[in-house]
C-alpha cells in the first residue's frame, strides 16, 4: 500500500500542499480530486520522488520516501501529467529503454514488451516512430512505459486529459483491470466524471489541503447532496465544464 503522513511542500511562501495525509490500498483506485493548482500533481511529485518534501513523508510497499527514494521509485509505475516521449524512437524502444532502466533484460525484458503491446493493442505501431502518433496513442506507450516493470503501485496523472471518447475508455478499461489485479492505483483527476465511475475512495484536495475523504457516496452525504458536483461546489467552488463532465 501507499502511506502519506503529513506532507508539506512550500515553493517559497506558496504552501503548494500543506500537511496531508491518507492512504491507498491494494485492489483499488484510490482519486485525488479537486481544481487545477489544488496540489494533486505536487503531491505526486514527491510521492515519486521527483521533488522533496519541506515536511512529512510517505512509505510506498514499506520503503520511506526521504530514506529509500531509490526503493520507492522501483516499486512505482507513473504516468506524470506531460509524459514527452522521444519522437524519433519507436514504441517498441521505448518499452525496450526504460525496461532497462529498471534492471531488466535479454528475453524477460522482451516477453513483457510484448505483454504491454498486447494490454494496449499496440501491437501494429510498435515498430512506428511515435513522433506521428495521435495523443491518445502516445499516451498508451507512456503508460506501457510506467507498466513495463510490472510494479504493483501506479501513480497516474490526469490519465484521460485532452483524449478523444475512444482514448479515453481503453485508458479506464486498462485502470480498472489493474485494479482488478490487486493493483494499488493513485489517480489525479479534477474531472468529476472521471472520478465517480474509477475510483473507489476520494481525497478532495483543496489549497493543498484534504477537505473530505470517502467513497464518493460518503463525499456527497459529507457536503449533504445528491451529485459529486454539488458536493465538489460545496466544498471548493465552481467547477469548469471540464470538471464537471
Same mark, same amino acid.
Given at each position: $500500500?501507499?502511506?502519506?503522513?503529513? !506532507?508539506?511542500?512550500?515553493?517559497?511562501?506558496?504552501?503548494?500542499?500543506?500537511?496531508?495525509?491518507?492512504?491507498?490500498?491494494?485492489?483499488?483506485? =484510490?482519486?485525488?480530486?479537486?481544481?487545477?493548482?489544488?496540489?494533486?500533481?505536487? +503531491?505526486?511529485?514527491?510521492?515519486?520522488?521527483? =521533488?522533496?518534501? +519541506?515536511?512529512?513523508?510517505?512509505?510506498?510497499?514499506?520503503?520511506?520516501?526521504?530514506?529509500?527514494?531509490?526503493?520507492?521509485?522501483?516499486?512505482?509505475?507513473?504516468?506524470?501529467?506531460?509524459?514527452?516521449? %522521444?519522437?524519433?524512437?519507436?514504441?517498441?524502444?521505448?518499452?525496450?529503454?526504460?525496461?532497462? !532502466? %529498471?534492471?531488466?533484460?535479454?528475453?524477460? =525484458? &522482451?516477453?513483457?514488451?510484448?505483454?504491454?503491446?498486447? !494490454?494496449?493493442?499496440?501491437? &501494429?505501431?510498435?515498430?512506428?516512430?511515435?513522433?506521428?502518433?495521435?495523443?491518445? $496513442?502516445? @499516451?498508451?506507450?507512456?503508460?506501457?512505459? /510506467?507498466?513495463?516493470? #510490472?510494479?504493483?503501485?501506479?501513480?497516474?496523472?490526469?490519465?484521460?486529459?485532452?483524449?478523444?471518447? $475512444?482514448?479515453?475508455?481503453?485508458?479506464?478499461?486498462?485502470?480498472?483491470? !489493474?485494479?482488478?489485479?490487486?493493483?494499488?492505483?493513485?489517480?489525479? +483527476?479534477?474531472?468529476?466524471?472521471?472520478? &465517480?465511475?474509477?475510483? #473507489?475512495?476520494?481525497? =478532495?484536495?483543496?489549497?493543498?489541503?484534504?477537505? /473530505?475523504?470517502?467513497?464518493?457516496?460518503?463525499?456527497?452525504? @459529507?457536503?449533504?447532496? &445528491?451529485?459529486?458536483?454539488?458536493?465538489?461546489?460545496?466544498?471548493?467552488?465552481?467547477?469548469?465544464?471540464?470538471? /464537471?463532465?
Amino acid at each position: $500500500m501507499i502511506e502519506v503522513m503529513g !506532507l508539506v511542500k512550500h515553493f517559497g511562501p506558496v504552501r503548494a500542499v500543506d500537511g496531508i495525509s491518507f492512504s491507498a490500498r491494494d485492489g483499488e483506485v =484510490l482519486g485525488l480530486l479537486g481544481p487545477n493548482g489544488a496540489g494533486k500533481s505536487t +503531491t505526486l511529485r514527491l510521492l515519486s520522488t521527483v =521533488l522533496r518534501p +519541506t515536511a512529512g513523508t510517505a512509505r510506498v510497499d514499506g520503503h520511506d520516501l526521504i530514506r529509500e527514494p531509490a526503493a520507492v521509485r522501483a516499486a512505482l509505475g507513473v504516468l506524470p501529467e506531460y509524459w514527452g516521449l %522521444y519522437g524519433r524512437l519507436t514504441a517498441r524502444e521505448h518499452l525496450r529503454y526504460f525496461g532497462r !532502466l %529498471y534492471g531488466l533484460d535479454g528475453s524477460r =525484458l &522482451e516477453r513483457r514488451i510484448e505483454e504491454v503491446t498486447a !494490454l494496449f493493442a499496440i501491437g &501494429e505501431y510498435a515498430d512506428r516512430r511515435c513522433e506521428p502518433f495521435s495523443k491518445g $496513442m502516445k @499516451q498508451k506507450v507512456a503508460l506501457g512505459r /510506467a507498466l513495463i516493470h #510490472d510494479p504493483r503501485h501506479l501513480l497516474l496523472d490526469e490519465p484521460t486529459a485532452g483524449l478523444d471518447v $475512444m482514448s479515453a475508455r481503453g485508458v479506464r478499461e486498462v485502470i480498472a483491470r !489493474l485494479r482488478d489485479e490487486g493493483c494499488c492505483l493513485i489517480l489525479s +483527476t479534477h474531472i468529476l466524471g472521471e472520478a &465517480e465511475r474509477l475510483c #473507489d475512495r476520494l481525497e =478532495l484536495i483543496h489549497h493543498g489541503r484534504i477537505v /473530505a475523504s470517502g467513497t464518493p457516496e460518503a463525499v456527497r452525504n @459529507q457536503a449533504g447532496v &445528491e451529485t459529486l458536483e454539488e458536493a465538489f461546489v460545496a466544498l471548493v467552488g465552481e467547477p469548469t465544464a471540464e470538471e /464537471a463532465g
